[in-house]
């Protein structure tokens, strides 16, 4: 766990992804589900072994993903609210 130190917790790495990513800052606060999630894989990972580009390119990933269902799912309830409005 190069880089890391010896004794690095998940909750460690949580508290360091909250306040070093804005991305994650949000998603902690509106989805801490999905927040979670990301903070899971990107501790496995690091476990793992896995290099810094690989572990950065997880939680990217992720992170993109999970703000496109997000949005999706948004546009749905707007167009929802906007089919009710209409009846």
């Given at each position: 766990?190069?880089?890391?130190g ?13 306040k070093?990513?804005?991305v994650l ?14 903070v899971?894989?990107?501790?496995e990972?690091?476990?793992k ?5 690989e572990?950065?390119?997880l939680?990217r990933?992720?992170?993109?993903s ?8 948004r546009?749905?309830?707007?167009a929802?609210?906007l089919?009710?409005?209409d009846d």
């Open positions: 766990m190069s880089g890391h010896p004794d690095l917790t998940r909750d460690d790495t949580a508290a360091v992804l909250s070093t990513v804005p800052q949000s998603l902690k606060v509106r989805f801490p589900n999905n927040f979670n999630s990301v899971d894989d990107y501790y990972s690091i476990l072994g896995r290099t810094e580009a572990t950065t390119d939680v990933a992720k992170a993109v999970v703000y496109f269902k997000t949005s999706s799912a546009r749905r309830r707007c929802r609210r089919q009710q409005g």
